[in-house]
């Protein structure tokens, strides 16, 4: 299979008073693993429950409570890792991160920073097609996720939801690859997009089950491939972490706003404070959060409740025979196997259901009438509908019909469009419907020849002028095609009418 | 006979009851008699007597019914570390004031399903740290031993200096423990009792009130060796909610214990021979090295060379796993909450709720393990700790590779000390009572105190003896010999 090949785009200029400026861009994010349970305990990670009603005792913080491993979630994060081509760390081990908070009721969050499950892996984020960088993932740690404090409820008291209290997060965290807002909103979209392929998270940004910190620092033209030479931050500026982002479009947003914000200063002759901001999207603006001098110290010290997590190479292997077939991997095929260009490939494998889909329309179809029925007829309707695919009233088998109808010149694409009209609101077998309802084009010439003729001869002043301009040729098309209902084959009506014109082929 | 079945030994009550000469539920009764007449030692906190004389009864049913456990019909204490379900379960502390799990620990159920007895909790140091039960919510507990002649109160130990006093006045014909530091077998000594802690792993420590998770072991505080056998037996075994037990099979260890222990080799660390050990300990040390040579074992004189390390190690590791596993309590959910002012938020509740909420021990090891875990000095203290904890691991494993099948060693430095004392000394002099203790928890290794004799003024010193991980069962046949060869049956002069 041949590789689709990308040049990395160009980083995103800021131009100062001073001169340009570029971006530097990590992020950090934060994906639920999907998981019936939690990380640590048997209890529903169901989203919407009750308050406090999927809690176990160990979520809870009870004394005497103790941690035990959920091994599916442990897979989820290999299959993960092995998405984004990652070293799988044999072993690893959770480490404890102490802090005070109510909705983390044992004092400290179970986490994993000397040791991650998964170690280097990348991303190849495209933007357009033959435009693409590929991020460099830093490491995959699995831990557990807090509880909800929620304040607007009562005048004097604070509540505490521990629903969410031990939900696995994996933390995937990059490096300091991305070059701007785009990019980076990309870099997230391209990673959910993996997430949901390997069905390891379920993307959910709403539910706040994949949120992003990203890193934004800005530096001199030059300084970031000083940077990439030598791995030395000291090339780059200072950073600042916007906390908490679960849209792409806020992401976006945030970035530039931060961008401007740190360039403002530095020329202003200022310097920039590394700090934790959050991002006021009603205010477009990012502010202080806490400082460095006001970071917590976490106390991290290895959960001495866990042994460490110990992996087989055999499990891994295992879980990487059953990979799906992920986004690049399908895009490059349906762009060589279906001669489709890159960008409906990439329409039609932005998600799995889609290229699922697309991929049972074109089976034993021609493939590119497949996908534009799928992508135009189809998807053009659902979004104008805002239905969702899972949802659409015309299944995969019955587009297929559709299709095998035009191949097999029984209807046209004019009465195939109709059609998909009729299954879309009524339902039914595309091939009982065209011949219940008398849609099959007229392809007896002697009957077409009898139209053709019933025209030319209705109509003398037109036939004088078609024969002086060969182009009128056309309205007789047109009356053909009206008086048979369009059922008419077309390309039959317009040889017919030439030949009675005596117009010669050309 | 009523009067004295609370001071048999659990292998004498499984066969009386089995013979039905007595019933679990006069046992119990008679515990529950003698815990009523023995508030003055402050062993036992709360008293469940309708839940014993329950259990009892079902006990002398299911022993009628030929359905019964070596520990079925036997009435125990609970150290208050242990969560038992709808039973105050407080760790000795105020911050979990009125505490009452909706859980019971796998120990403890463990043992009640073997058909064992529930009779109360018993008085500790506050979470377990201390060494001579004054650091409780509930006050001191006093051992009912006294020096001849003296009326002075003296400590039972720490922590677990309940259980040890229970044990020792008869209050219960066993007692469970824990030992982080050395929390079962310093009490023992102090009051000529068994006290066993096992292999790191050996019991769960689910539903166990956490100090230092990779140090914390439950274990038996009984009035003989075959009696810690026997209840060991009953507490032991994996678990799968406890992801640091191991799963390994538990012995029989009561069969373990043949009283031949000719060709053991025995050895004697020249580093536990301190400057300044008392004579008198020093004595009892040779005199129980002799009776094991005498039961035709070899002794041979061996070194750990780390040992010196062992006790700032356990005071940089133990205070680091505390100061996380005690952050849960935070007023939030359970247990103390302060009083608020107005105005107050919320780091102003945990930090009223934790000073009111935790004694001054507590405190100090919160914050010492605090400091030893934050940026800047987690590499020079707690990692540094964890390698010589490795290095102190290794002592051990040369020693045992290199054929010594177990180790002799003081179980403290001195005989009980009065109450109050500890108050005077400073927080390091009140440390070194874990001088001896402390390395094998390091290690993961199981120990058991044996009482060995009487100091001069007539109170109970105690011998350590070390074993290899997983061999209990030997441990408690050497430890046996030790027990027979001193022959020790004094029984503190009842003065509550």
Redesign the interface.
């Known amino acids: 299979m041949t590789e689709l090949t990308y040049t990395e785009p160009k980083p995103k200029i800021y131009a100062g008073a001073t001169g340009d400026w570029e971006l530097v861009i990590g992020l950090e994010v934060h994906a639920q693993v999907a998981s019936k349970a939690k990380l640590f305990s048997g209890a529903s990670t169901t989203f919407g429950a009750e308050p406090n009603s999927n809690v176990a ?1 160990v979520d ?10 959920n091994q599916f979630c442990v897979e989820q994060a290999i299959r993960t890792g092995l998405g984004l081509k990652a070293q799988i760390n044999l072993t690893s081990a959770f480490d ?1 991160k ?1 802090y ?3 909705d983390l ?4 969050q179970i986490s994993q920073l000397y040791h991650p499950i998964v170690g280097e892996g990348e991303i190849l984020v495209d933007m357009t097609p033959g435009i693409g960088r590929t991020v460099r993932v830093e490491r995959i740690h699995l831990e557990q996720d807090a509880g909800k404090s929620i304040h607007d409820m009562d005048p004097t008291m ?1 509540f ?1 939801d521990l629903n969410r209290t031990g939900v696995a997060l994996m933390e995937i965290v990059s490096k300091p690859d991305i070059r701007g807002p785009e990019e980076a909103a990309e870099y997230v979209r391209k990673l959910r997009q993996i997430l949901r392929y390997l069905g390891t998270c379920d993307g959910n940004m709403q539910n706040g089950n994949m949120r992003a910190d990203v890193n934004v620092s800005v530096c001199r033209p030059g300084q970031y491939e000083k940077y990439q030479a030598t791995q030395d931050f000291s090339h780059l500026g200072t950073r600042c972490e916007l906390k908490n982002m679960n849209s792409m479009r806020f992401i976006q947003q945030a970035i530039d706003f931060e961008a401007k914000r740190q360039i403002a200063i530095l020329e202003d002759g200022g310097s920039i404070d590394q700090e934790t901001r959050l991002y006021d999207p009603t205010k477009g603006e990012t502010r202080s959060m806490r400082s460095k001098e006001e970071a917590h ?1 976490y ?3 290895p959960d ?4 460490p997590l110990v992996v087989s190479q055999d499990l891994v292997d295992e879980i990487a025979a059953r990979q799906p077939e992920l986004p690049d991997e399908k895009r490059t095929r349906f762009v060589t196997a279906f001669g489709m260009t890159e960008y409906d490939a990439s329409v039609l494998t932005s998600e799995v259901e889609s290229a699922n889909y697309f991929e049972a329309v074109a089976e034993g179809r021609d493939g590119k009438m497949a996908a534009n029925w799928v992508i135009n007829e189809l998807f053009g309707r659902l979004n104008k509908e805002g239905i969702a695919l899972s949802e659409s009233p015309v299944s995969a088998a019955q587009l297929g019909g559709i299709i095998d109808l035009i191949c097999n010149g029984d209807i046209s694409g004019k009465i195939a469009k109709d059609l998909f009209e009729i299954i879309w609101t009524e339902g039914g077998e595309p091939a009982d419907i065209v011949e219940a309802r008398g849609m099959k084009q007229v392809t007896d010439t002697g009957a077409i020849e009898a139209a053709v003729d019933d025209v030319i001869n209705g109509n003398p002043a037109q036939v004088e002028k078609a024969k002086a301009n060969p182009k009128l040729a056309g309205w007789f098309v047109g009356q053909v095609m009206k008086s048979t209902g369009g059922k008419a084959n077309p390309q039959a009506v317009q040889a017919i009418v030439r030949t009675k014109l005596g117009l010669e082929e050309d | 006979m009523t009067m004295t079945l609370n001071a048999l030994t659990i292998a004498d009550a499984r066969d009386l009851l089995a013979k039905g000469d007595v019933t679990s539920r006069d046992l119990t009764q008679s515990c529950l008699d003698a815990i009523s007449d023995a508030s003055a030692l402050n062993a036992v906190v709360t008293t469940t007597a309708d839940m014993a004389l329950e259990m009892a009864d079902s006990a002398d049913a299911r022993i009628k019914a030929g359905d019964a456990t070596a520990m079925t019909g036997i009435p125990l204490g609970v150290k208050d570390l ?2 038992v379900e709808g039973v105050r ?1 407080q ?1 000795a502390s105020k911050i ?1 004031d009125g ?1 009452t ?1 909706r ?1 019971e ?1 796998t120990v403890t159920s463990k043992l009640w399903a073997s058909g064992a007895v529930m009779l109360g909790k018993l008085n500790m140091d506050e979470f377990g740290m201390g060494s001579a039960t004054e650091y409780s919510v509930y006050g001191s507990t006093v051992s009912p031993w006294r020096a001849t002649g003296s009326e002075t109160k003296l400590t039972a130990g720490g922590s677990s200096g309940g259980s040890a006093a229970a044990v020792a006045a008869d209050l219960c014909l066993g007692a469970t423990g824990t030992d982080t530091g050395g929390s079962i077998r310093q009490p023992a000594a102090f009051t000529g009792t068994v006290g066993l802690r096992p292999t790191y792993g050996r019991c769960s ?6 100090y ?3 140090l914390d072991q439950a274990g038996p505080m009984t009035k003989t060796v075959r009696d810690a056998a026997i209840m060991l037996g009953a507490m032991a075994g994996h678990d ?5 037990s191991a799963d390994i099979a538990v012995p029989d260890f009561e069969a373990a214990i043949t009283g031949d222990i000719r060709g053991k080799k025995i050895g004697i660390p020249r580093e536990y021979r301190l400057d300044g050990l008392s004579d008198a300990i020093a004595k009892q040390w040779d005199d129980g090295a002799a009776m094991l040579r005498d039961a035709g074992a070899e002794v041979v004189d061996i070194s750990l060379p780390h040992t010196k390390y062992a006790l700032p190690t356990y005071y940089v590791i133990a205070p ?2 505390a ?2 596993n ?3 309590y ?1 007023g ?3 247990g103390h909450r302060a009083k608020l002012g107005a105005g107050d938020g ?2 102003d509740m ?1 930090e009223k709720t934790r000073a009111e909420g935790f004694g001054t021990e507590v405190q100090r090891r919160v914050m010492l393990g ?1 400091y030893v ?3 800047g000095f ?1 590499d020079a203290y ?1 990692r540094k700790a964890q390698r010589v904890r490795t290095l102190i691991k290794g002592d051990f494993e040369k020693v045992f590779a290199d054929g010594i099948d177990a180790i002799l060693t003081p179980a403290t430095p001195s005989p009980a000390f009065a109450l109050g004392a500890a108050a005077e000394m400073n927080p390091v002099e009140m440390y070194l009572n874990d001088v001896f203790t402390v390395t094998l928890n390091l290690a993961g290794l199981p120990g058991i105190s044996v009482p060995s004799g009487l100091s001069a003024d007539g109170l109970p010193l105690g011998l350590q003896l070390i074993g290899k991980p997983w061999e209990e069962g030997d441990l408690l046949n050497t430890a046996a010999a030790l027990e027979k060869a001193a022959g020790f049956t004094a029984k503190a002069a009842r003065w509550w």
């Open positions: 005792l809870a913080g009870m004394p005497g409570m103790l941690p035990v491993i404890r102490n005070f908070y109510p009721p044992q004092g400290y604070s505490v110290d106390r991290y010290f001495p409740d866990l042994l | 242990f969560c379960s760790a979990l505490f799990p859980y620990s420590r689910w539903g166990i009130i956490a230092a998770s990779s799968a909610k406890d992801s640091t680091a796993e100061s996380s005690l952050s849960r935070d939030v959910k359970y919320i780091d945990y605090a875990l934050s940026a987690y707690y």
